[in-house]
């Protein structure tokens, strides 16, 4: 690649920043991708850099951001990286940059309300005499998390969670947060001047840099921009996952839960028992309504007998909405109970209005279970929806380890108006890992194979002396082997959700020799460099699921061609992070083991491994088992 001296400014920067860090490698794929992101913002094009792994793809686009000198957000999925970036790399980037800048880096953090400490709510329970409170029939331990965190609230500067060195019960921190259904907003709330997520929304309105979770983000174009501020450039890390969140962000749903929860917020403020009793039979008559066309699409705009339920329910709302109107009282903490019961209401009323409308472009189907479903509507495309709000609005930076294929047009990006880019991993992984299919294993589609599967891990976990994440498509998969084989092995086998995740992967890394079983929510964010990880195991190819009534919609759209353009792109990218989680080091060596014959028997086979990390591949028991003895013996 030629650089020009505007490149050559970057590279300078990046470096300064590097080698900052001990032990740091050269990156020439973080180099490419700075340069790269540095030329995206100086031309005004909008940019898909894929960037494999280990790459170091956020300092990649934050030292060119930065010298950009131009507000910049960041969007990511998950928290654990809104803290890396926070507490890790900006911080290091600061401290190697700011001496050479015009003026100090400034970053915040900003995230949903409900991350945050509400001193309103630690007001109210202070009140009730922290000594004693009054928490019903709650466990010790929940009393306990309850009273840490009200005396956290007296010396912590930002009430974030993610800040919290322990993990509460989540019902703990309910007690002492709120959401934004809930929230009456600052200029009503007497805790309105110190309140902690107003803080961080201050303070990310004149932030050079402010890094979001991609949900809020995804709010932030539906409330035109109010949450976050004006932008030049927005960062999606993790782009992967942008049009699935814009898409849940975007939509709604009302469910016989949501109509008790609704309740239960009324009766602490009003004592009528039409009232509760009418919500009540609301939701059971929902529920009898939704269960029998359970992961079913519903046809817009509604009819029938859910249409009649949701008018009964807005006058119900309408009614609650009246009592509170009228509720009048001089106790402050009556007061701000009644406003959070005003917020909820006024926000189910509006999701009502706007399911009761004919929603062209949307689709409306029920998910969950029998007991627990939900209505739920989405946008079929959100193309439109960030063309209008981001692409013609600013720059963006779209950036994952794996890009599917069709991102750009499952985004709508301006067909002329965006590069893409490839920049290489650095490890060597035609040298230090493997690609095991498990040809000879039954075909998932012909019938029951958890035998003939169990038997598999059981060989694989053996040749690799533990060391192993074992990844299900299913928690029914996971538990059957689980099950099957926590007595079979001479190895520690620890289950997802036994543990809190960080907890569950601390225990994991911490014994050489321990196996961790877990779903597809352990396809990412999962960093276990080491010895500790010399096997990923994957039970068979993570296709959606056929009946998702959001994807049929999708598909119907693309007709005959829908199986490549959505289902092939979901299942590489999936099974490309979840191969990712194997090599995190230039000395780390192992397998990855697909138990899915479908990835060397199937014509698609051949472009779902085109978007793994350049493996070797093999279909031989024994070629993996020894390869795996070799990456134990030379760790």
Not at 315 to 333: F, K, P, V, Y
Request: aromatic share 4%.
């Amino acid at each position: 690649m030629t650089t020009t001296s505007a490149d050559q400014e970057i590279l300078d920067a990046l470096h300064l920043v590097t080698n900052q860090i001990t032990n740091a490698e050269e990156r020439q794929g973080q180099d490419e991708m700075a340069i790269l992101v540095g030329r995206a913002l100086r031309n005004d094009r909008h940019l898909i850099v894929q960037a494999g792994t280990g790459t170091g793809k956020t300092l990649g686009y934050l030292v060119p951001a930065v010298l950009s000198g131009r507000r910049i957000v960041v969007s990511t999925v998950t928290k654990a990286l809104q803290d890396q970036l926070s507490q890790n790399d900006l911080p290091l980037l600061a401290k190697a940059l700011n001496e050479t800048l015009d003026k100090p880096i400034t970053w915040t953090v900003l995230k949903g309300r409900s991350n945050y400490l509400c001193l309103q709510r630690i007001a109210e329970l202070a009140e009730r005499a922290v000594s004693r409170l009054e928490l019903g029939d709650l466990s010790p331990k929940m009393k306990s998390d309850v009273k840490k965190l009200v005396e956290w609230s007296a010396v912590t500067q930002t009430g974030d969670e993610g800040e919290l060195s322990w993990q509460p019960q989540k019902q703990a921190w309910q007690m002492v947060s709120v959401t934004s259904e809930e929230c009456p907003g600052a200029s009503r709330c007497p805790q309105g001047e110190s309140c902690f997520a107003e803080r961080a929304r201050a303070q990310s309105q004149t932030a050079d840099i402010v890094v979001v979770n991609g949900w809020l983000y995804a709010l932030d174009i539906a409330a035109e921009g109010t949450i976050v501020g004006e932008h030049d450039v927005v960062i999606f890390d993790e782009a992967h996952e942008l049009e699935d969140v814009v898409s849940d962000s975007s939509g709604l749903e009302i469910s016989p839960g949501r109509i008790t929860s609704l309740a239960s917020t009324m009766r602490v403020i009003i004592r009528d028992d039409a009232l509760s009793g009418g919500l009540a039979k609301s939701a059971s008559r929902l529920r009898d309504q939704l269960s029998p066309v359970l992961n079913q699409r519903v046809v817009l705009p509604l009819t029938g007998e859910v249409r009649e339920t949701l008018i009964e329910l807005r006058g119900r709302a309408n009614e609650a909405l009246e009592s509170l109107r009228i509720i009048n009282t001089s106790d402050d903490t009556a007061k701000q109970r009644k406003l959070r019961a005003q917020s909820v209401c006024t926000r189910f009323v509006n999701d009502l209005d706007l399911a009761l409308q004919d929603r062209t472009g949307y689709v409306a189907y029920v998910s969950g279970t029998a007991d627990r479903s939900a209505l739920e509507m989405r946008p079929l495309d959100v193309g439109s929806l960030l063309n209008e709000s981001v692409w013609s609005q600013r720059t963006a930076i779209m950036t994952s380890a794996t890009i599917p294929i069709n991102l750009p047009q499952r985004v709508g990006l301006p067909a002329e108006g965006f590069d893409a880019h490839s920049v290489a991993s650095p490890f060597n992984y035609q040298r230090n890992a493997l690609l095991y299919c498990a040809s000879h294993l039954p075909d998932p589609a012909q019938g029951p194979r958890d035998k003939a599967v169990h038997t598999e891990i059981e060989s694989l976990i053996n040749a690799a002396g533990g060391r192993t994440l074992a990844l299900f498509t299913s928690y029914a998969r996971l538990n059957a082997a689980y099950s099957d084989l926590k007595d079979r092995l001479d190895f520690e086998i620890l289950k997802q959700d036994d543990l809190p995740k960080m907890e569950l992967l601390r225990k994991f890394t911490t014994n050489e020799s321990s196996c961790l079983f877990a779903t597809q929510s352990f396809f990412q964010g999962v960093d276990v460099p080491g010895s500790t990880l010399s096997l990923v195991i994957i039970d068979r190819l993570p296709f959606p699921v056929p009946t998702d009534p959001l994807m049929s919609a999708r598909r119907e759209v693309h007709g005959k061609s829908a199986f490549t353009a959505i289902d092939i792109p979901i299942v590489a990218t999936k099974l490309a992070q979840a191969s990712g989680r194997l090599i995190r080091t230039q000395t780390d060596m192992g397998v990855v083991a697909v138990l899915d014959p479908r990835l060397i028997t199937k014509g698609y086979g051949k472009t779902i491994i085109a978007m793994l990390p350049p493996m070797e591949v093999t279909t031989v028991a024994t070629e993996a088992h020894n390869f795996l003895r070799h990456a134990v013996n030379n760790r």
